[in-house]
C-alpha cells in the first residue's frame, strides 16, 4: 500500500472520476487557499487518502490519554486511519489502551514497539507520532492538512503543525511548507517511505531528548526535508507524565549529550542547523510584480538543488512594498530577509550597486559553512537543467565565479575575458570570491567604474582568478524593464537551454 501511494503522488495526475469528486472532500479536488502560493492544488490519481496509523504512548496520565482518545475517535475529521493507543508499562492505565507493554521501555523505545506493532497490522502510508498531552483547540483538520502538504512532493519527509515549544521556531512557520533542520517529536507525522529510507529514531536516546535532532538531520542528509506548516496548530501541554521533571532534565540533557557527542563528535550541535550545499542569495525590489511572481514559481522548481535562500530587498527606488509582493517573498521561504536603504544623498543608482555589495555582505554573515554563494537578481526564470549545471560546475580555486547567464548569444568562449563580461543574473561564486569583493569594496570602487557586473568581474580577474561559463544560458531573463535600473530593455538569452 504505500509502496503504491508514492507512485500515485509522484505522478499528480488529475482525474475527476473519483469517489467524493466536486464534494470537497476528495484529495483530488480540495484546493488550497489562493493566499498561501507555496502549495499547488493538490490532485492524485487515487480514489482514497492516504492511510495513517495514529499512534499515542500513554504513560501515567489517564485522563489525558482518555480524552485525546476520544477526540481523536469522534472528532478528527481523516477517516482513513486507525488509533494505537499504547499503555507503556503505566501504574495509572487508560480505559482506550487498545495495546499495553510490560515494562515502561522509556519514551523512544517505546514508541519504536508501537511503530513495530502498527507496522505489523497493515501496510500504512504515514505514522502520526502523538504525545498524549497534546490538545486539538485549533480545529478538527489538523491531520487533513498534514496530509495535504506531507505528500504534496516527493522530497517531504515528515512534517508537525506548529505548536507552543522550547524550539520557538516551531511555534510560527512561514508558510505551507517551510523546510526547517528538525522537528520536535511532539505530532509528526512521517511518510512510511522516509522511515524505510531513514530508519527510525535513535533507541540509545531512551529519553527522547536529542531525537528531533538526531533524525532531523538523517533525514535531510537523506536529501528529505522536515516540514513544518502553517496550515496547522495544537497545544502542548508539556511534561504531564513526568513527576519530578528538574531530575529527568538533567538526566536526559547529560544523556543527549554524550549519544550525541560519541554520534557526531564534540562539535554535534552543528548537525541542528541547516549545512547547505549551496547558499542561494536574491536581491530584489517591488518594481514589476509581473516578472517577479515568475520568478518564485521558477526557483520554487529549482528549489531542491539549494539551500534556504537569503533575500535581500532593495528599496533604493521606493520604501513602498505591496502586500503582493510581500506575500511571493514568503513563498521564497527564505532563512533570513535583510532590507536595503539608500545611503543619505546618494543617487538610485549608487545605491543599487551598494544594495549589491549589501547582499554579498549579508549572505558571508548568515552563512557559515564554506559552501558555495549562489548570487541571483529577481528577474531570471530557470532552466529544466539548471540543477544538473549547477551540480557540474567548477569552482576551484582560481575561478572568480561561474555565470549561468548568457546574454544574446553567449560569450564565446570558456573563460570569459572580464572586458566581455556582462550580466549578473545568477552566478555562483566560491565563498573566497564574496569575501574578497567584500573585504576590498572602497578599492574595488576606486580602481573600476560600475555598474557591479563590471566592478566585480574585472576586480577579480585582476587578482588572476577567471571567469567561467557554460556553452547555453540556464537562466532566461525575464523583465521588460530593469529590475534594479531606471531603463527599459530586456537581455533575453538566445542560447537558452529550455
Known amino acids: 500500500m504505500a509502496g503504491q501511494m508514492s507512485v500515485f503522488f509522484r505522478d499528480m495526475n488529475v482525474v475527476n472520476n473519483m469517489p467524493g469528486a466536486g464534494t470537497g472532500e476528495s484529495p483530488a479536488l480540495e484546493k488550497f487557499p489562493s493566499s498561501s502560493g507555496a502549495i499547488p492544488s493538490v490532485r492524485v490519481d487515487t ?8 499512534i499515542v504512548l ?3 496520565t489517564p485522563e489525558l490519554t482518555d480524552g485525546l482518545a476520544e477526540y481523536l475517535h469522534q472528532h478528527l475529521d481523516y477517516e482513513s486511519r486507525q488509533i494505537y493507543i499504547i499503555d507503556n508499562g503505566s501504574t495509572k492505565s487508560c480505559r482506550t489502551a487498545t495495546h499495553s507493554l510490560p ?3 522509556g519514551f523512544t523505545a517505546g514508541m519504536c514497539e508501537a511503530l513495530r506493532i502498527a507496522k505489523a497490522a497493515a501496510d500504512w502510508d504515514a505514522y502520526w507520532f502523538l504525545n498524549s498531552d497534546v490538545g486539538f483547540e485549533y480545529g478538527n483538520k489538523v491531520l487533513k492538512e498534514l496530509v495535504r502538504v506531507l505528500f504534496s512532493k516527493e522530497c517531504h519527509g515528515q512534517i508537525a503543525p506548529q505548536h507552543n515549544s522550547p524550539h520557538r521556531f516551531m511555534e510560527h512557520a512561514s508558510g505551507a511548507a517551510q523546510a526547517v533542520p528538525y522537528l520536535e517529536p511532539t505530532a509528526t507525522l512521517i511518510k512510511a517511505s522516509t522511515i524505510a529510507r531513514v530508519g527510525f529514531w535513535e533507541l540509545k536516546l531512551t529519553h527522547g531528548w536529542g531525537v528531533d535532532y538526531d533524525y532531523g538531520y538523517r533525514v535531510r542528509a537523506c536529501g528529505l526535508r522536515n516540514i513544518l506548516t502553517n496550515r496547522a496548530r495544537i497545544t502542548h501541554k508539556e511534561h504531564r507524565s513526568i513527576e519530578d521533571f528538574g531530575s529527568f532534565a538533567t538526566t536526559a540533557r547529560a544523556e543527549m549529550e554524550a549519544v550525541m557527542s560519541h554520534k557526531y563528535g564534540p562539535d554535534w550541535w552543528r548537525i541542528t542547523s541547516f549545512d547547505d550545499p549551496v547558499t542561494p542569495v536574491i536581491l530584489t525590489c517591488d518594481r514589476e510584480p509581473s516578472t517577479f511572481d515568475a520568478f518564485v514559481k521558477s526557483f520554487d522548481s529549482i ?23 510581500v506575500s511571493l517573498i514568503a513563498e521564497l521561504q527564505p532563512r533570513g530577509v535583510f532590507v536595503h536603504l539608500r545611503p543619505a544623498g546618494m ?3 549608487d545605491s543599487v550597486q551598494d544594495a549589491a555589495r549589501f547582499a554579498l555582505e549579508c549572505a558571508l554573515k548568515e552563512s557559515s559553512s564554506p559552501a558555495p554563494i549562489l548570487f541571483i537578481e529577481d528577474d531570471v526564470v530557470f532552466s529544466p537543467r539548471f540543477p544538473e549545471a549547477l551540480q557540474n560546475a567548477s569552482l576551484r580555486e582560481e575561478v572568480a565565479f561561474f555565470t549561468f547567464y548568457l546574454p544574446s548569444t553567449g560569450f564565446g568562449g570558456n573563460p570569459v575575458p572580464s572586458e566581455q563580461f556582462y550580466g549578473t543574473q545568477c552566478i555562483l561564486f566560491p565563498r573566497s570570491s564574496v569575501e574578497l569583493l567584500v573585504e576590498n569594496y572602497e578599492q574595488a570602487s576606486v580602481e573600476f567604474p560600475p555598474g557591479y557586473d563590471i566592478r ?10 577567471k571567469i567561467h561559463a557554460p556553452s547555453r544560458s540556464y537562466v532566461q531573463h525575464a523583465g521588460t524593464v530593469s529590475r ?3 531603463h527599459c530593455g530586456s537581455h533575453q ?5 529550455a
Not at 480514489?47 to 495514529?54: G, Y
Not at 539551500?307 to 512594498?321: E, H, M, T, W
Open 47 to 54: 480514489p482514497r487518502w492516504p492511510t495513517v496509523a495514529i
Open 58 to 60: 500513554h504513560f501515567n
Open 103 to 105: 515494562t515502561n521501555l
Open 303 to 325: 528549489r531542491d538543488s539549494v539551500g534556504l535562500p537569503i533575500v535581500v530587498i532593495d528599496i533604493s527606488a521606493s520604501p513602498r512594498l505591496s502586500a503582493p509582493y
Open 347 to 349: 543617487s538610485h543608482y
Open 456 to 465: 566585480w568581474s574585472r576586480f577579480l580577474t585582476s587578482r588572476g582568478r
Open 484 to 486: 534594479l535600473h531606471d
Open 493 to 497: 538569452s538566445n542560447c537558452f537551454e
